[in-house]
T-cell receptor
């Protein structure tokens, strides 16, 4: 079965500090995709990043970076120099493109990031 | 605005009443998804359409729930005989088809409160 675990319920940082959000996933498949979404108070889920299981290269996109390690089934996400506008709930999600071909997302329970001014 | 649109944004209904929500996906997206999100939880998959065909339904989707996408464009989700346990945020998402698994774009959701 597929499962995503976000052990951090809430983390708090002061503006300009870095914030790292943890994600651990379970899947029996060898091909899968991992995502991070942001949900601000308005409720809309905003796509941030996607990674496929064949590409473990870690990248930086602006203030966002991620650390994908298949050996530990982790897909951690870091916001550098956090800003108050980054305050939101962040969800890690897993998708199996061959699992019925629906590409449905399996979400974690989310981590609330509070950035204090 | 070319994003995913959901209406209404909020709905309060009495237990036992029927409710219907609408989702307008991004126009060129052939895949449409419904998710349900309860307080403090991540979204849970309910059902999936490819064009007008409903190809998968979650076990969460009881007989009181029905979804349609009659012309492969907008979709409706109806809940009959609502129960307090149906109170949740109902999210719609759309994406372009293909095994490349392009990202899904979500609407702002419909928050349902059953009193």
């Amino acid at each position: 079965a597929q499962k995503v675990t976000q052990a951090q319920t809430e983390i708090s940082v002061v503006e300009k500090e870095d914030a790292t959000l943890d994600c651990v996933y379970e899947t029996r498949d060898t091909t899968y995709y991992l995502f991070w979404y942001k949900q601000p108070p308005s409720g809309e889920l905003v796509f941030l990043i996607r990674r496929n299981s064949f590409d473990e290269q870690n990248e930086i996109s602006g203030r966002y970076s991620w650390n994908f390690q298949k050996s530990t089934s982790s897909f951690n996400f870091t916001i550098t120099a956090s800003q108050v506008v980054d305050s939101a709930v962040y969800f890690c999600a897993l998708s199996d493109p061959y699992g019925g071909a629906t590409n449905k997302l399996i979400f974690g329970t989310g981590t609330l990031l509070a950035v204090q001014p | 605005d070319t994003g995913v649109s959901q209406n209404p944004r909020h709905k309060i209904t009495k237990r036992g009443q029927n409710v219907t929500f609408r989702c307008d996906p991004i126009s060129e997206h052939n895949r449409l998804y419904w998710y349900r999100q309860t307080l403090g939880q991540g979204p849970e998959f309910l059902t999936y359409f490819q064009n007008e065909a409903q190809l998968e339904k979650s076990r969460l989707l009881s007989d009181r729930f029905s979804a349609e996408r009659p012309k492969g464009s907008f979709s409706t989700l109806e809940i009959q005989r609502t129960e307090q346990g149906d109170s949740a945020m109902y999210l719609c998402a759309s994406s372009v088809g293909g095994l490349g698994n392009t990202e899904a774009f979500f609407g702002q959701g419909t928050r349902l409160t059953v009193v």
